[in-house]
């Protein structure tokens, strides 16, 4: 629902609303961003809350008043002192602008995102056209709502009306200002195997800066930040959650003024980053998922997996059953060939898996990380005959086959860097960083990304493959193309992210029956933007039964379930070492797109049968964990406990994953209280042959299983009447 009239606006979505109004001078001010309001409510906000942002009534033309100023863009120079939206270089060097209501519009659907990932459509949007006093630079601010969603998407134009080349020095997305609350700030900050850990501290007086400047979205920082009023937790509470649709560089920052202010910023990085616009160019900026949540993070949540999977995941694979796949990589690293392939692909078969995915090493010269990146043509040496043997032995097996490439990178000993040593990130006669003994590709530039359209395309069009993994194995570090002028390279973080978005729309496009899958180094690059392209991304290199609940969890705080990829692998564990029961490590990998890494080979007879046991476990409610909404009932970062239910959208079923850590001598009992089911309804808890109703179980909760260390269990609950008695 948008209602605009006489320079008032309210936008609407399942259970918020967000105002904002054009003031005396022009300035379009922001109102209300919280629980629903409806248009009469304008009038108040504005004699009230409107009133104490006005320009004194002796003075209008004093603008002293921008400083504390709820703004939807705020610009540089003109007594805002905290920190601006957009910044553009005129030719004169001068950056001071003063952006001033124009004009809007009203329309069905999304606005155009040229080239990036965006929400698909339905919905409204709002555009608000400002106009620069000292410039020929217009701004215009997106909205999208949907009645049914519980988040909005904001971006901003930036229109260079005439004259001058201009220089835009910092575009983000988004401003969302507060006036006088306090709040704490949640980042999920990381590493690789151990990214998306939650941390949440208090919002202090300056900025406190989320960013990546790696190139990629980063294991390091997610690109998203909450705002969480003191009193919210899990369940209850107010919070707000704002998340960038983009895999690049990125900037997110919450900054608290003097006068009790927030302001919430971000967009691509501004470091570094130098856009030239000519006359009548436009620059688009990425969108941002903005979420506000009155039943605390487990609402904001739930609002991001209804959102991500409503608007960002390619609605023909969103509900579709994940193949539930064995891949070899660490089964075997770069040491294999089709003698030591085949008895996996055969157990993987009796085991009842879908899919063998054949990871690194496949292609090139490639017996180790050193070499061969680039070459996407089979290694004839480790895979006599190609991939089609191997092929044909998983159809013989009833398997699909998977394949891993890594688009964007080459190594220096490879046919391709021979061919093309000016096709790398980085200036010629610089030593470059190398990172995993490997160099990028220039995606800025057209013809590589072409290139490796059609050295991809030829391997997915001659054998019959039903599934990428496309990898991502360093960041990027000398931003320097052999390609762009002088005054251009400043561009080049951007349109690397562009082309990765061009090959992978491209690839998308070109072979819609094939299902994609992200990885960056694990979970390096794991966001909404590449969720429009990959339905799910491998989380983490991390598979540790117990560290991976953990990252599971942190993820799990912006993004659904279904996006995430998770095996169960070997103990000791190759990342940590730790051994942690087999049906832990199932249990853990069940909370998503579930599969195995390990050699299935070397599995004992009594793990072989509860591999069998856990895929028909998973095979029955893989639907459930897919579509079904998220209720995190204990955290492992808080407690011994991770536990965590799957309620169905209709409240029947429930499937619920606990794990315990380290057992303490007389521990005593935890409960865990089951939330998300119908406080009236009755369910059975199959496990414990226990019944009782959803008020019950939310309430008094059930106790958890006493287990060894990093023991896990599940519940299945099952709705079997109401209060009433009413059988289902
Ligand atoms: C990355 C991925 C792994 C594996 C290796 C192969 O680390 O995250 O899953 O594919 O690359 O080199």
Request: contains cysteine.
């Amino acid at each position: 629902m948008i209602y605009a009239k006489n320079g008032r606006f309210l936008l609407g979505g399942n259970g918020f609303s967000y105002a904002m109004f054009v003031d005396g001078q022009g300035f379009l001010q922001k109102l209300h961003f919280g629980g629903k309001i409806q248009p009469f409510d304008l009038d108040f906000l504005i004699s009230g809350i409107g009133k104490i942002q006005e320009p004194p009534q002796d003075n209008p033309n004093r603008e002293g008043y921008l400083d504390g100023m709820p703004s939807e863009c705020p610009f540089w120079g003109r007594i805002d002192t905290c920190e601006p939206m957009i910044t553009a270089v005129r030719s004169d060097g001068g950056v001071v602008s003063r952006f001033v209501y124009s004009s809007h519009r009203i329309y069905d659907g999304v606005p155009a995102v040229q080239g990036m990932p965006r929400a698909r459509g339905g919905g409204q949007t709002l555009a608000v056209t400002l106009k620069d006093n000292f410039s020929p630079v217009e701004v215009t601010l997106n909205y999208t709502v949907w009645d049914e969603l519980g988040v909005m998407v904001k971006n901003c134009e930036i229109a260079n009306g005439g004259g001058d080349p201009i220089f835009l020095t910092r575009a983000f997305s988004f401003c969302c200002d507060f006036t006088d609350e306090r709040f704490d700030v949640m980042r999920l900050w990381g590493d690789w195997g151990k990214e998306r850990s939650p941390e949440i501290s208090a919002l202090a007086h300056g900025v406190t800066r989320l960013q990546s400047t790696r190139g990629v979205s980063s294991h390091q920082t997610n690109p998203f930040i909450a705002l969480i009023k003191p009193n919210c937790s899990e369940n209850i509470g107010e919070c707000y959650g704002f998340q960038l649709v983009y895999s690049g560089s990125f900037a997110l920052s919450a900054e608290l003024g003097n006068k009790g202010q927030t302001r919430v910023i971000g967009g691509i990085n501004d470091l570094n980053f130098r856009w030239k616009l000519d006359e009548n160019e436009r620059f688009v900026t990425p969108q941002a998922a903005i979420c506000y949540s009155d039943e605390g993070l487990g609402g904001m949540s739930r609002a991001y997996a209804d959102f991500i999977r409503a608007q960002i995941v390619n609605s023909k694979w969103v509900d579709a059953r994940r193949p539930v796949l064995v891949n070899n990589w660490e089964a075997t690293y770069f040491d294999f060939g089709n003698e030591r392939l085949f008895p996996i692909v055969d157990e993987a078969a009796r085991l009842g898996m879908d899919t063998f995915v054949l990871d690194d090493g496949w292609f090139g010269k490639r017996d180790d990380a050193t070499s061969g990146l680039g070459d996407w043509f089979v290694n004839t040496n480790k895979l006599q005959g190609g991939l089609k043997p191997l092929i044909d032995r998983c159809k013989q097996r009833g398997l699909k086959f998977g394949l891993w490439f890594e688009p964007e990178m080459v190594s220096e000993d490879s046919d391709l860097f021979r061919a093309h040593p000016d096709w790398i990130i980085g200036k010629s006669g610089f030593e470059p960083v190398r990172q995993r003994t490997q160099l990028v590709l220039d995606f800025s530039r057209g013809e590589v990304v072409d290139y490796i359209f059609g050295a991809v395309s030829d391997v997915l069009k001659n054998n019959d493959i039903a599934y990428v993994k496309w990898d991502m194995n360093r960041y990027l570090s000398e931003f320097y193309s052999s390609a762009l002028p002088a005054d251009r390279q400043g561009e080049l973080a951007h349109r690397y992210v562009l082309g990765v978005y061009r090959l992978a729309e491209m690839l998308t496009d070109a072979f819609p029956d094939v299902f994609f899958e992200g990885c960056a180094s694990g979970g390096g690059r794991f966001d909404a933007g590449m969720l429009y392209y990959f339905p799910q991304i491998w989380t983490s290199d991390d598979t540790d039964g117990f560290e991976r609940a953990k990252i599971q969890w942190g993820t799990s705080l912006c993004y659904p379930l279904s996006a995430m990829s998770c095996h169960v692998s070997a103990c000791p564990n190759h990342q940590t070492g730790r051994v942690v029961p087999f049906s832990t490590r199932g249990n853990i990998a069940s909370l998503g797109a579930t599969g195995y890494e390990l050699d299935l080979t070397k599995l004992s007879d009594e793990e072989k049968s509860q591999v069998a046991e856990q895929i028909t476990e998973y095979k029955q409610i893989d639907g459930l964990v897919l579509q079904g909404d998220l209720y995190r009932l204990s955290s492992p970062f808080d407690s011994p406990f991770f536990c965590v239910a799957v309620v169905s959208k209709d409240k029947s079923r429930a499937y619920v994953v606990g794990e315990r850590a380290l057992t303490l001598p007389r521990d005593v009992n935890r409960i865990i209280r089951i939330y998300g089911l119908d406080d009236s309804k009755l369910y059975c808890v199959r496990e414990l042959n226990l019944t009782a109703s959803g008020a019950a179980l939310k309430t008094a909760g059930l106790v958890a299983p006493k287990t060894g260390d990093f023991g896990s269990w599940t519940w299945h609950i099952e709705q079997v009447a109401d209060r009433a008695g009413n059988k289902k």
